[in-house]
């Protein structure tokens, strides 16, 4: 199935409505595509295949960088800027890029020729470039990694048709009104952000950028702004309350959704935007799935505190009987992994993807969900692997053994504690600083425990659920 490439389309039936603003310039429809038009040209003059990568924040050269890629029917490979280098490098050589499109701010003096930064790419001659007049469903339009596991990076592969039907099944579940202005603060490189960016497109609605979370910055544009819909992760709701303490003025009138997900959220946070009449719907989504596939409805938030809620339509659920692993089928789910073309099916039973989540879901069908099936934990609306964190430890010298778990954090939802064995007491300040050279800074361990030995089985695997029990006692 193709349809009409979505940018051509909104700037013939909507030239003149804003598409993108950062709240000091904006874009509409037909000035982004014009834009796009001579980034294609640019583009082109760097020969960069199919794969396109961007290191980028939440700017609007960004944004204008990624529809570029997109319309001229290249593939957008989003690399994630607070990965190390090690960690970099395993997911360009697994997408063998050869160009690498960089904000300015984030360039690093060990990058090589395969990186060209935003302002060198727009010096280029501008050059009429052509946008492709259709987008086939079946095309993949963006890759995201969801682990950066040694010698295994998992590339999530994501269609226009993933990202359509993700939009239009959000849209029936939330409603869609022509003067809906989307915030998006959550990174674009991550799929709670692209996904934003992509809707705004299929919508033909206004998206605005923020370049970075900070609850005064975000209680501004929440009272003087018309945005309707923000999506947040429970870290960044929870700031946001805080920051409503200390507010004498209400959100501004248009202001409609709150749409949290990235994690679960305790009930008081819930309740307490309960009472300040904060609308939090609640969702529930993987990259897998192109973000959100079960969700609440606004009349519902109230009343079912704690509910990720129902599925979307065209998008169905169910419990796996032996664990209660929550299964799904949807035109969302990703058709597989890059370079791992046997992986999506170890996932699959008779149709239905294995989420690897444990969930409840109440007589009427509401989903709760209860945690993971695997060591997985969220920080601050980012996933970490306790295996990659290990596997990075075992080669620090004097740890026999490590074991990474999450301890549950009122600000993050969860931070990284290791437990090691080793013969002398570590240098905690180095272990520190050697995680920081070799993984990103959220996925360094904020404590260190030292242990005699590890809790194992018999086939000698680590009980990490004794040692999550071990730091969330109460």
Same mark, same amino acid.
């Given at each position: 199935?193709?349809?009409?490439?979505?940018?051509?389309?909104?700037?013939?039936?909507?030239? !003149?409505?804003?598409?993108?603003?950062?709240?000091?310039?904006?874009?509409?429809?037909?000035?982004?595509?014009?834009?796009?038009?001579?980034?294609?040209?640019?583009?082109?003059?760097?020969?960069?295949?199919?794969?396109?990568?961007?290191?980028?924040?939440?700017?609007?050269?960004?944004?204008?960088?990624?529809?570029?890629?997109?319309?001229?029917?290249?593939?957008?490979?989003?690399?994630?800027?607070?990965?190390?280098?090690?960690?970099? !490098?395993?997911?360009?050589?697994?997408?063998?890029?050869?160009? %690498?499109?960089?904000?300015?701010? @984030?360039?690093?003096?060990?990058? !090589?020729?395969?990186?060209?930064?935003?302002?060198?790419?727009?010096?280029?001659?501008?050059?009429?470039?052509?946008?492709? &007049?259709?987008?086939?469903?079946?095309?993949?339009?963006?890759?995201?990694?969801?682990?950066?596991?040694?010698?295994?990076?998992?590339?999530?592969?994501?269609?226009?048709?993933?990202?359509?039907?993700?939009?239009?099944?959000?849209?029936?579940?939330?409603?869609?009104?022509?003067?809906?202005?989307?915030?998006?603060?959550?990174?674009?490189?991550?799929?709670?952000?692209?996904?934003?960016?992509?809707?705004?497109?299929?919508?033909?609605?206004?998206?605005?950028?923020?370049?970075?979370?900070?609850?005064?910055?975000?209680?501004?544009?929440?009272?003087?702004?018309?945005?309707?819909?923000?999506?947040?992760?429970?870290?960044?709701?929870?700031?946001?309350?805080?920051?409503?303490?200390?507010?004498? %003025?209400?959100?501004?009138?248009?202001?409609?959704?709150?749409?949290?997900?990235?994690?679960?959220?305790?009930?008081?946070?819930?309740?307490? %935007?309960?009472?300040?009449?904060?609308?939090?719907?609640?969702?529930?989504?993987?990259?897998?799935?192109?973000?959100?596939?079960?969700?609440?409805?606004?009349?519902?938030?109230?009343?079912?505190?704690?509910?990720?809620?129902?599925?979307?339509?065209?998008?169905?659920?169910?419990?796996?009987?032996?664990?209660?692993?929550?299964?799904?089928?949807?035109?969302?789910?990703? &058709?597989?992994?890059?370079?791992?073309?046997?992986?999506?099916? %170890?996932?699959?039973?008779?149709?239905?993807?294995?989420?690897?989540?444990?969930?409840?879901?109440?007589?009427?069908?509401?989903?709760?969900?209860?945690?993971?099936? !695997?060591?997985?934990?969220?920080?601050?609306?980012?996933?970490?692997?306790?295996?990659?964190?290990?596997?990075?430890?075992?080669?620090? &010298?004097?740890?026999?053994?490590?074991?990474?778990?999450?301890?549950?954090? &009122?600000?993050?939802?969860?931070?990284?504690?290791?437990?090691?064995?080793?013969?002398?007491?570590?240098?905690?300040?180095?272990?520190?600083?050697?995680?920081?050279?070799?993984?990103?800074?959220?996925?360094?361990?904020?404590?260190?425990?030292?242990?005699?030995? @590890?809790?194992?089985?018999?086939?000698?695997?680590?009980?990490?659920? @004794?040692?999550?029990?071990?730091?969330?006692?109460?």
């Amino acid at each position: 199935m193709k349809t009409q490439n979505w940018l051509l389309k909104q700037s013939s039936t909507q030239p !003149d409505k804003v598409a993108i603003t950062d709240g000091q310039k904006q874009l509409t429809f037909s000035e982004l595509r014009d834009v796009v038009a001579a980034n294609i040209g640019r583009l082109n003059q760097l020969k960069p295949g199919k794969f396109v990568g961007i290191l980028t924040d939440n700017t609007l050269i960004g944004y204008e960088i990624a529809m570029t890629v997109l319309a001229s029917g290249r593939t957008i490979v989003w690399l994630n800027w607070r990965l190390a280098k090690d960690e970099l !490098d395993r997911q360009m050589a697994d997408s063998r890029l050869t160009c %690498c499109l960089v904000a300015d701010s @984030l360039v690093r003096p060990t990058m !090589d020729k395969r990186f060209t930064s935003f302002e060198h790419f727009l010096q280029l001659p501008a050059q009429d470039g052509q946008l492709v &007049p259709e987008f086939d469903f079946g095309q993949v339009a963006s890759i995201m990694y969801t682990s950066g596991t040694t010698g295994n990076p998992k590339g999530v592969l994501q269609t226009f048709g993933n990202h359509f039907y993700s939009a239009v099944s959000s849209a029936l579940n939330l409603g869609l009104g022509s003067n809906d202005e989307w915030l998006c603060v959550a990174p674009i490189f991550h799929i709670s952000g692209f996904s934003i960016l992509m809707r705004g497109l299929i919508y033909g609605i206004t998206v605005r950028l923020a370049k970075k979370f900070s609850e005064a910055t975000i209680e501004k544009i929440l009272v003087n702004e018309p945005v309707t819909i923000m999506s947040v992760v429970p870290f960044m709701l929870q700031k946001l309350l805080e920051q409503r303490k200390n507010s004498q %003025c209400h959100y501004n009138k248009y202001f409609r959704c709150m749409l949290l997900g990235g994690g679960t959220t305790d009930m008081a946070t819930l309740k307490q %935007c309960a009472k300040l009449q904060i609308p939090v719907v609640q969702c529930y989504g993987m990259t897998e799935t192109c973000s959100q596939i079960v969700a609440l409805r606004a009349q519902d938030a109230l009343r079912k505190l704690g509910s990720v809620g129902q599925p979307l339509f065209m998008n169905q659920i169910r419990l796996a009987p032996e664990n209660n692993e929550i299964l799904l089928k949807s035109p969302a789910l990703t &058709p597989g992994y890059l370079n791992q073309p046997g992986r999506l099916e %170890c996932k699959m039973t008779a149709g239905w993807y294995h989420t690897g989540d444990v969930g409840r879901l109440d007589n009427e069908g509401y989903l709760y969900v209860d945690g993971r099936l !695997d060591e997985m934990f969220i920080s601050g609306g980012e996933n970490i692997f306790p295996q990659e964190v290990e596997q990075v430890y075992q080669q620090y &010298p004097g740890i026999k053994q490590v074991a990474v778990v999450g301890q549950n954090d &009122p600000k993050w939802g969860a931070v990284p504690v290791a437990f090691i064995v080793t013969d002398s007491e570590p240098d905690i300040e180095d272990l520190i600083h050697f995680g920081y050279q070799h993984l990103a800074h959220f996925k360094v361990p904020r404590r260190y425990i030292r242990v005699a030995k @590890l809790p194992t089985n018999a086939s000698g695997k680590i009980k990490h659920y @004794l040692l999550r029990q071990r730091v969330n006692k109460k």
